[in-house]
């Protein structure tokens, strides 16, 4: 069985709409474009590393129609792998409309959205979800994920949608990696789904208990 890879770029308050540009999702949102500036070589190459092993693409309609409109146009070829690569795999877009499939191995899912899922997961090795923030919701309500890749960059917006927006329940997660830094202060976080429900406790327990072996 596959893994579903959730790949997103944030904001300190996990604002996540928008990041590459005003176009992408700017219905009111008024910092569409606000990882631009933060862009540097190092995330650069975090994030071509993150496709490495890609076999699939699932795409929520939003970020599947921007993709749709630039990725075809692009040169394949090695100076840009990722042309080449998001070209040449099947493209999977959750939609409830009638998208343009035109792009070469696009696929529009049916309205069982969980079960083909699901499949897609059966059916590929490492599938890759960018951006679809819509999409993500349901995948973190029922937990069709196995990674979540977050670059969570020091801007503080306090408006707009959130990766963690309608879609979450109790939920653990494991660290794969210690964080790694970029130059402009962006920190790579990479988690895998951990078995489970987050458990509690008693701190203040923990303290006396603490206090009593000094």
């Known amino acids: 069985m596959g893994l579903i890879h959730i790949e997103l770029f944030a904001t300190l308050d996990l604002v996540g709409q928008a990041p590459g540009g005003p176009e992408e999702d700017s219905a009111g949102f008024p910092f569409g474009g606000w990882q631009a500036p933060m862009m540097d070589e190092v995330s650069?190459?975090?994030?071509?590393?993150?496709?490495?092993?890609?076999?699939?693409?699932?795409?929520?309609?939003?970020?599947?129609d921007i993709f749709a409109s630039y990725w075809p146009h692009q040169e394949s070829g090695e100076d840009n792998e990722i042309a080449t690569l998001f070209n040449s795999i099947p493209k999977y877009v959750a939609s409830r409309g009638r998208p343009d499939l035109s792009w070469a191995g696009a696929t529009q899912l049916g309205p069982d959205l969980a079960g083909a899922v699901r499949e897609i997961r059966r059916r590929h090795?490492?599938?890759?979800?960018?951006g679809s923030l819509n999409l993500v919701q349901t995948l973190l309500r029922e937990k069709l994920f196995d990674r979540l890749d977050l670059w969570v960059h020091p801007l503080v917006l306090g408006v707009g949608k959130k990766v963690f927006d309608g879609g979450a329940v109790p939920t653990n997660l494991t660290l794969l990696e210690p964080p790694a830094a970029t130059p402009n202060g962006t920190v790579y976080l990479r988690y895998a789904l951990a078995d489970g429900t987050p458990g509690t406790g008693d701190?203040?327990?923990s303290d006396r208990e603490v206090g009593q072996d000094a």
């Open 203 to 205: 701190v203040t327990a």
């Open 125 to 130: 090795e490492h599938v890759k979800v960018v």
């Open 44 to 64: 650069g190459a975090q994030v071509s590393a993150a496709y490495e092993g890609t076999d699939a693409l699932l795409l929520g309609r939003r970020t599947f």
